[in-house]
């Protein structure tokens, strides 16, 4: 009678063992797949945040070359007067030299 309840006890406690093993393997490879989801995350994460540094180099880039260029070669906006309006109509084009201008005709 005692060697049955210790088989018993035994099986009981391999069993318990084993479910506790199952368990924690479970949970092993739920956590495993929760890290290679958030390592992917922070893959895609650092691609877009290179991309993201790439596009405002090239933006500062372009900006300070447009100063540059504006500032060596002496660019400045037009006065409002000194701007021509060229516009085309039928067989003739009007040259406007402003906006209150009635302009003339050429052909």
Same mark, same amino acid.
């Given at each position: 009678?005692?060697?049955? /309840?210790?088989?018993?006890?035994? #099986? ?5 063992? #084993?479910? =506790? *093993? ?7 490879? +739920? %956590? &495993?797949?929760?890290?290679? *989801?958030?390592?992917? +995350?922070?893959?895609? %994460?650092?691609?877009? &945040?290179? *991309? =993201?540094? %790439?596009?405002?180099?090239?933006? /500062?880039? !372009?900006?300070?070359?447009? +100063? ?25 084009? =009007?040259? !406007? ?11």
């Amino acid at each position: 009678m005692k060697t049955t /309840i210790m088989i018993i006890t035994l #099986g009981m406690i391999a069993t318990g063992v #084993g479910m =506790l *093993k199952i368990k924690t393997t479970q949970e092993q490879r +739920h %956590l &495993w797949n929760q890290y290679e *989801k958030a390592l992917s +995350h922070q893959n895609e %994460l650092n691609a877009e &945040w290179n *991309k =993201l540094k %790439l596009e405002e180099s090239m933006l /500062i880039t !372009s900006v300070l070359l447009d +100063h540059n260029i504006r500032e060596r070669m002496g660019m400045v906006l037009p006065k409002q007067d000194s701007i021509v309006y060229v516009v085309e109509q039928n067989n003739s084009t =009007l040259v !406007s030299t402003n906006n209150n201008d009635n302009g003339r005709y050429v052909q």
